[in-house]
């Protein structure tokens, strides 16, 4: 019997090489540019894009070299795609009068997409406490589903840290913090606009803020009146007393006033 040896065709070791690196090139984030128009800002976006003098330092350095670390982005249902971390790149690069930007496309489900926009913008310097207040919300509620999953499914979608540890614990980690501090900082989101306001813009200090959220929607609207007539601020003190009041149901404007005409320690 005749061997089929001759009949294999073997491949040259050009044709191996080049097959080996069309499947690790396959396999690679390519770096797309994209028309600006087609980039649309993820979804209840907790950080400001502001025209302050930072941003214009951004503009002018893409106006001269470009856009150097190519944003992240997923495909959108809607058509186009979702910003996940590059939203001052996008707005310097419109700016400059740039017509695209370099873009890295992911498909990336809700709580991995929210994590990765949450983790990319907690590295900068500065962050207003509504940015930090909302972005570690929203980060803990993505971490929370993703460890349920990984309870549900016996499988790893959190790493090998996650053994036994509370999402809060991993997170508090993560940023190098508390959990208290974490906490802490997710109780802004309870306060009404004008008041949070009123912490970015340092009119109230961080700790009578998160006390003050412990007051009700409208307690807190009724407090934006006392503190006009009073012409003053609560001190950590008069926010604890506020909160107690509040919790024994005798919160009221004339209660508010009171508190807030006592003068501070």
Do not use: W
Request: charged share 30%.
């Amino acid at each position: 019997m005749k061997s089929s040896a001759r009949n294999i065709e073997l491949k040259s070791v050009d044709d191996l090489f080049a097959t080996e690196e069309s499947r690790a090139d396959a396999q690679r984030e390519k770096v797309q540019e994209i028309p600006l128009g087609e980039l649309h800002p993820f979804k209840n976006h907790p950080f400001k894009v502001k025209d302050d003098a930072a941003m214009q330092d951004t503009v002018d350095s893409v106006r001269e070299y470009g856009v150097l670390v190519p944003a992240i982005a997923r495909p959108d249902p809607g058509g186009g795609y979702e910003l996940i971390a590059g939203h001052r790149r996008h707005h310097a690069s419109e700016l400059a009068g740039k017509e695209t930007m370099p873009v890295i496309i992911r498909d990336l489900d809700d709580d991995a997409a929210t994590i990765i926009m949450v983790d990319s913008n907690l590295q900068r310097e500065e962050l207003l406490p509504s940015e930090r207040a909302f972005a570690y919300k929203m980060k803990l509620e993505a971490m929370k589903r993703q460890a349920g999953r990984h309870t549900k499914e016996n499988c790893s979608q959190l790493g090998n840290n996650f053994d036994g540890k509370r999402s809060s614990e991993i997170m508090a980690e993560q940023i190098g913090g508390s959990k208290n501090q974490i906490f802490r900082y997710i109780r802004l989101t309870e306060l009404i606009p004008e008041l949070l306001d009123m912490v970015d813009e340092r009119k109230i200090a961080f700790n009578p803020a998160v006390e003050l959220s412990y007051l009700k929607k409208e307690e807190q609207t009724l407090l934006l009146e006392a503190m006009d007539s009073e012409q003053a601020t609560p001190s950590l003190s008069q926010a604890q007393r506020l909160k107690k009041f509040s919790q024994q149901k005798m919160l009221s404007l004339d209660v508010m006033r009171a508190v807030m005409s006592e003068e501070k320690k």
